[in-house]
């Protein structure tokens, strides 16, 4: 066991197929899309690798196309959370005390399973239709990162398994020992991303933990999918527990429950500190203090210094804040544009944003796609009113919406001024981007105007080619994101190149996709082992000779 730990070589990352015109890969996805499009599937609950079907139904749909139902699942009541619970602390006995080496093959199991199989094709496909993203969004997310969480942490246990004592003496052992937490984990999934989605239920369950999943309602179509990807795999029944729901109707009884272990979560801010207070108020209840794990909002910034090269800053803001129609925790939702290149800059983006296609996902020629659902079309179209009706903004590109097939929103860009506008501070998750103009002279005052204007700290980017200008920018910032770029995008973290995380009102910062999390999951229980013990309870000292 000692060689094997030893010797795990660092995985590399999984490549991101193009989907270029004639290829293999762009003829077998277009194959899955049309195929899954014209299906309408029952999607049930699985507890205990039984499918459950309570007649308490939703739709999910397309959001490019919101009459286009793809599938209906069936929604959980407190009767299904509890037997979840009761499946995971069974499946627990087992699982917890199974080998690493069987556990990580699981995993290394469905990430070859989908790099190598027509299930990266499912997942993407399904990512497309379910999701609205296109390929290539799917591609990076659902394939490739899914694949990379699935291997990178296989890695990362087995470096934790291999992290021992320094030292033992002549006459004793003294070793560490991970154990899985005494309970299960409550893993809360986004909409947004498949892989994150797959992330949070198998993080832990890799370390020997069961988990409960509860997908995002708008998302339910993927992770179905993705459940079926690891039964394929050879998952044990009930070590992942899929319940979709209200988020009440299953937060309320998990987190009530003596057994509750951990939340693994993704989402607002306001729901995750909601969790926490509950989590806090029933501490009583628990064996052991619950870990916390959480990725929340951003209002993630673009600063750029005058020195800045303009292209680069002007195709960098496009891809941040309207790649996957903003829709991501890392998209660019705020800019600061010091005046002497804003000309410059204004024309390249308003110019671009005219070649800006976006429709279905299924036609591959369109850039940007709808957003996720109706809650979120009326919540981003709201910024965008009010931007329209204010005398401290105004809109230079796009600004129209439109929900009669789809929910679609054109990429929009608010120039304001005033650096502490609404859409400025407030997270708004959606293809809206607002900058701020100011005086070149002023850079140092404006750094710590964007780093004060918002209570979060995800992601954010300098770009300008003055090194002086990139250091004080790095230091000012310091605390304004978890994940910092230097004349580049601040979307796009790779796992294992960029742990994923941030701190303030943007999470615990546990760095999703490195070692730091799955150092979360485990319990340390240290040993040491005497071999020749000692007879007499006298000690040196004790004599008077």
């Not at 509860?214 to 690891?230: C, D, G, Q, R």
């Not at 009930?238 to 979709?244: A, R």
């Not at 951990?262 to 995750?272: K, L």
């Not at 400025?424 to 002279?441: A, N, R, W």
């Amino acid at each position: 066991m000692a060689n094997a730990i030893f010797n795990v070589q660092l995985p590399p990352n999984e490549p991101v197929k193009n989907y270029a015109p004639g290829s293999p890969e762009k003829a077998a996805l277009k194959t899955k899309l049309d195929e899954m499009a014209k299906q309408t599937i029952d999607i049930p609950i699985i507890i205990g690798g039984k499918e459950i079907r309570t007649g308490d139904t939703d739709n999910c749909v397309m959001p490019h196309d919101h009459k286009h139902i793809l599938g209906k699942y069936h929604k959980v009541g407190t009767k299904e959370v509890n037997d979840a619970i009761a499946s995971s602390m069974k499946a627990h006995k087992d699982w917890s005390r199974m080998d690493w080496q069987d556990r990580v093959s699981v995993f290394l199991k469905a990430a070859d399973l989908l790099s190598q199989t027509e299930w990266r094709y499912i997942l993407n496909a399904a990512t497309m239709l379910g999701q609205s993203k296109n390929p290539f969004q799917a591609e990076i997310d659902a394939a490739a990162e899914l694949v990379d969480f699935f291997r990178f942490n296989a890695y990362y246990a087995m470096k934790i398994y291999q992290e021992q004592p320094l030292h033992s003496p002549i006459g004793m052992w003294n070793r560490m020992e991970y154990r899985p937490l005494e309970g299960f984990i409550f893993a809360v999934a986004p909409f947004n991303f498949t892989s994150i989605c797959g992330n949070l239920p198998t993080a832990p369950a890799l370390m020997g933990n069961v988990a409960i999943l509860k997908p995002a309602s708008s998302a339910v179509y993927s992770a179905y999918w993705i459940m079926k990807l690891l039964e394929a795999a050879g998952l044990p029944e009930g070590v992942i527990n899929f319940v979709p729901g209200a988020g009440s109707k299953v937060g309320n009884p998990v987190m009530d429950s003596e057994h509750f272990a951990g939340i693994h979560f993704t989402g607002s801010t306001s729901v995750f500190q909601g969790m926490w207070k509950t989590v806090s108020n029933n501490l009583p209840k628990y064996k052991s203090y619950p870990r916390i794990v959480g990725e929340t909002g951003g209002k993630n910034f673009i600063f750029a210094h005058q020195s800045a090269d303009v292209k680069a800053l002007g195709t960098a803001m496009i891809r941040s804040a309207f790649e996957y129609q903003g829709q991501k925790c890392s998209a660019a939702s705020r800019a600061y544009i010091p005046k002497s290149i804003w000309p410059e800059l204004k024309d390249f983006i308003v110019n671009e944003l005219k070649t800006v296609k976006m429709g279905d996902p299924r036609d591959f020629s369109n850039f940007m796609n709808a957003v996720i659902d109706k809650g979120a079309f009326d919540t981003i179209t709201g910024y965008i009113d009010y931007a329209k009706k204010s005398n401290e903004a105004k809109i230079i590109s796009g600004g129209n919406y439109d929900s009669t097939k789809g929910y679609f929103i054109e990429p929009t860009v608010i120039e304001t001024t005033n650096p502490k506008f609404k859409s400025m501070e407030e997270e708004i998750f959606g293809p809206v981007l607002t900058l701020y103009v100011y005086d070149d002279s002023k850079y140092e005052e404006t750094l710590n105007i964007c780093d004060q204007t918002s209570p979060y700290s995800l992601t954010g980017a300098v770009f300008a080619q003055d090194r002086y200008a990139v250091e004080l920018a790095n230091k000012i910032l310091v605390n304004a994101a978890g994940n910092f770029y230097i004349n580049d995008k601040p979307t796009g973290a790779v796992v294992g190149q960029q742990p994923f995380g941030g701190a303030r009102a943007s999470g615990t910062n546990d760095k999703a996709g490195s070692y730091l999390n799955l150092l979360r999951w485990v319990s340390a229980r240290t040993i040491k082992e005497n071999f020749i013990p000692p007879h007499d309870y006298r000690y040196p000292f004790m004599s008077e000779k």
